[in-house]
């Protein structure tokens, strides 16, 4: 009897625990990351150039030289990089900004500490057989066109483009094809007639002569062009709760990021691809150089949001986000420059 008993308290002390621990919830369990200077990011897509400085920043040891220990993880789409954000699965992602905004009506307090880039490197392509009838966003009604992942970044602003010129978003269909070769797939195999993707995948898509650039968003003119100004994407963002009790760590990191974009903005594509993992260079060295001098434009040199850049990617979003169209964004709360100005 004695035995049965002690068992049943134990048994109600484990629940007890379990249940204090569940109520702590993501962030609590996220900020046991850093415990000894252990971090986890989630990039949406390690090999994409347009998240080149992450594991750039990692190549040139200045996680190291600022006492973090950063392990980098990667998911094809930025939306399921958010989620493992959410989920208190990983201490940051190194993804698209507009997912702050889209999070913030959601109920989820996310901000940008490291604005990466001014412009979204991304590149609507099209494939040879299609671009006779599909020669810009107008012609977007009826076609199926790639996206990373359904709800993100790439889906975000193909919408967007759609909407701009008279084309609704349920007059066209997106299609999750990832990027890299399942891109490259869907292209060929006439699956997809275009999309939005990023280099290496459209150096490639280039010299294998499959499609060619619709609408090219890689520089800000790029960007003010097809979306009426700086679009920031790329950056380092966290739970707002998480940076406002590891404030010490997440200066570290934004120190190894802006150190990584100044020695960017003085070194050549080969140089920067010389430091790359040599797997990334899919494509061969010379293609692989080639889309990272294409890419550099949109990035910044010292991971300041621009000025006006919120302001464009709320507009942007709330054209055809049902769910931030009516809503009222605090746009102060969804990045913070005290990190990197310091």
């Given amino acids: 009897m004695r035995t049965s008993r002690k068992t049943a308290a134990a048994a109600v002390a484990a629940a007890l625990a379990l249940t204090i621990l569940s109520a702590c919830g993501g962030s609590q369990a996220a900020g046991s990351g ?23 920043t990692q190549q040139l040891g200045y996680f190291e030289d600022e006492g973090v220990h950063v392990t980098l993880l990667t998911e094809p789409a930025g939306v399921q990089a958010t989620t493992s954000l959410v989920s208190g699965d990983v201490q940051g992602v190194v993804g698209f900004y507009d997912h702050t905004l889209d999070l913030q009506v959601k109920g989820k307090q996310v901000e940008s500490v490291v604005q990466l880039a001014h412009a979204p490197g991304e590149v609507e ?3 040879d ?8 966003a107008k012609d977007f009604k009826g076609k199926k066109l790639g996206v990373t992942g359904l709800g993100s970044s790439t889906d975000f602003l193909t919408k967007y483009l759609a909407v701009k010129n008279g084309v609704r978003t349920n007059e066209f269909t997106p299609v999750a094809v990832g990027a890299g070769q399942t891109f490259l797939s ?12 990023t280099d290496p995948t459209v150096a490639q898509i280039l010299d294998k002569k499959l499609g060619k650039v619709l609408i090219d968003m890689r520089t800000p003119e790029g960007s003010e062009k097809a979306l009426g100004g700086p679009y920031p994407s790329s950056s380092l963002y966290m739970n707002t709760d998480w940076v406002n009790g590891h404030k010490d760590t997440v200066r570290k990191l934004a120190r190894a990021f802006v150190k990584t974009l100044k020695w960017m903005s003085t070194h050549t594509a080969e140089q920067i691809a010389a430091k790359m993992p040599s797997d990334y260079a899919q494509g061969g060295e010379r293609l692989y150089a080639q889309a990272i001098k294409d890419t550099l434009p949109m990035f910044t040199k010292d991971g300041v949001m621009p000025a006006d850049g919120p302001a464009t990617v709320e507009r942007v979003l709330k054209s055809f986000n049902p769910n931030l169209k009516n809503a009222t964004v ?5 990045y913070t420059t005290e990190f990197v100005t310091k």
């Fill in 34 to 56: 850093d415990g000894n200077g252990k971090i986890k990011i989630m990039v949406g897509g390690l090999d994409k150039v347009i998240y080149l400085p992450a594991r750039l």
């Fill in 125 to 127: 392509v099209v494939s």
């Fill in 186 to 197: 869907a292209l060929q195999q006439g699956s997809i007639q275009g999309g939005m993707t």
């Fill in 330 to 334: 605090d746009l102060k709360k969804t």
């Fill in 129 to 136: 057989k299609a671009s006779g009838d599909l020669t810009s």
